[in-house]
T-cell receptor
Framework: EAGVAQSPRYKIIEKRQSVAFWCNPI?????LYWYQQILGQGPKLLIQ????????DSQLPKDRFSAERLKGVDSTLKIQPAKLEDSAVYLC???????????????FGEGSRLTVL | DAKTTQPNSMESNEEEPVHLPCNHS???????IHWYRQLPSQGPEYVIH???SNVNNRMASLAIAEDRKSSTLILHRATLRDAAVYYC???????????FGGGTRLMVKP
């Protein structure tokens, strides 16, 4: 079974530039997550989708970050304009689980490492 | 989200058992205890989860205290490939979101 695919793996930009990350979840997974992981810290949830609807985006800095999952499959996370503190690994994850089910096992991609200079 | 407390780091010798503790004194009755681990330069991977009873799978065992305020992840024979950051996370059964803390960095010595 193919895992969660993310691209690009690495990206270096200057502050105030824009960047986009792409994620293709495991086939059939209804729920998709974007996490931000700053060096030395645990992942922090940015946004959670259920199919093509947003479940939780309370920690997404909406003045500069946006995400979409238009057809309920793959997703794009955009940062515009980038700041130095956005340097991090952006992890995408997916799961089968819907609300009310226990399983909730998340499958993570390898992440996209962003460096903002 | 309910909080978990883990030691920042632990060391183990190869082929010896490892017990990774986690305190979650504010756990609610509907919270499941999940463990994930993150190897260097990779995304986190699921290890095990449980509610009240101890759980075993091919990767590890999870021992849950009777009052559920703490749990222990047990790796029966540590290998060098088990060197990773281990995260203990609480998740309510009604939601899918997982909130990660700082985790425990496990170092395995040959």
């Amino acid at each position: 079974e193919a895992g969660v695919a993310q691209s690009p793996r690495y990206k270096i930009i200057e502050k105030r530039q824009s960047v986009a990350f792409w994620c293709n979840p495991i086939s059939g997974h209804a729920t998709l997550y974007w996490y931000q992981q700053i060096l030395g810290q645990g992942p922090k949830l940015l946004i959670q989708f259920q199919n093509n609807g947003v479940v939780d985006d309370s920690q997404l800095p909406k003045d500069r970050f946006s995400a979409e999952r238009l057809k309920g499959v793959d997703s794009t996370l955009k940062i515009q304009p980038a700041k130095l503190e956005d340097s991090a690994v952006y992890l995408c994850a997916s799961s089968l689980a819907n609300r009310g089910l226990d399983t909730g096992e998340l499958f993570f991609g390898e992440g996209s490492r962003l460096t903002v200079l | 989200d309910a909080k978990t407390t883990q030691p920042n780091s632990m060391e183990s010798n190869e082929e010896e058992p490892v017990h990774l503790p986690c305190n979650h004194s504010t756990i609610s009755g509907t919270d499941y205890i999940h463990w994930y681990r993150q190897l260097p330069s990779q995304g986190p991977e699921y290890v095990i989860h449980g509610l009240t009873s101890n759980v075993n799978n091919r990767m590890a065992s999870l021992a849950i205290a009777e009052d559920r305020k703490s749990s222990t992840l047990i790796l029966h024979r540590a290998t060098l490939r088990d060197a990773a950051v281990y995260y203990c996370i609480l998740r309510d059964y009604t939601g899918n979101m997982l909130t990660f803390g700082g985790g425990t960095r496990l170092m395995v010595k040959p």
